[in-house]
């Protein structure tokens, strides 16, 4: 009881002052800290379910692996990290899919759902397009689409279960997707009025934190 107090401390301080550092842009600081976030996140679960599911212990695992490869610069370690988040969004779709009932999911909202993430991607990656390397284009487009897979089958669970669980795993799914996009923004539009990683890291750890304590 007490360790998973313990390791929820550790994440909202490690968030609080990574945001500090994203804030200032204070990279030396970010470094340091960006690692707790995720491992304490991780360790919060495990202490915390009722019923484990390694598939969620994976997804989370993975996010961490990606936290880790996009701290050094270059296109190769933004592309590992990529890759490593692609695989923790497709372990978070097997932990979802426990608890959807998919005789329930109504063959339109399916539609409605794939239709909207792929117009959203499109508008975004069309925004994006003019700052991109070629060579990245459609594999961050591929990643952003999964991104949003992963959210329809978090609205899938809500409509399966309706609780305020299933609502709150669905938002936090939401601001993954946010914080994503806004990482894009960030990393290749010189452009852009966001300048900094903390819109990018405030929606992501607020978003994996709600992941977890929805599946709780």
Do not use: Q
């Not at 360790?43 to 989370?60: D, E, K």
């Not at 700052?131 to 999964?146: T, V």
């Amino acid at each position: 009881m007490i360790m998973k107090y313990l390791f929820l401390a550790v994440f909202l301080i490690s968030t609080a002052i990574h945001l500090y550092a994203s804030l200032k842009k204070d990279t030396k600081l970010r470094n340091i800290s960006k690692p707790f976030i995720l491992l304490s996140l991780l360790g919060f679960y495990v202490t915390a379910a009722r019923v484990i599911s390694i598939a969620i212990i994976l997804a989370l695992i993975f996010s961490w692996i990606g936290d880790v490869l996009l701290i050094p610069k270059g296109v190769k370690w933004f592309t590992a990290g990529g890759i490593s988040f692609m695989i923790s969004h497709a372990f978070f779709i097997v932990g979802y899919c426990r608890d959807i009932v998919f005789s329930k999911i109504p063959v339109f909202l399916i539609v409605l759902l794939s239709v909207f993430f792929a117009v959203t991607v499109s508008f975004i990656f069309s925004k994006l397009k003019p700052h991109l390397p070629k060579a990245l284009f459609y594999p961050m487009f591929l990643y952003l689409l999964i991104n949003g897979t992963m959210n329809c089958f978090a609205i899938f669970r809500c409509v399966s279960v309706p609780s305020v669980a299933t609502v709150i795993t669905a938002v936090g799914a939401a601001l993954f997707f946010v914080s994503d996009s806004s990482l894009f923004f960030v990393r290749f539009d010189k452009d852009s009025k966001l300048k900094t990683h903390f819109l990018v890291m405030l929606t992501y750890s607020i978003g994996e934190f709600l992941i977890v304590l929805g599946l709780l």
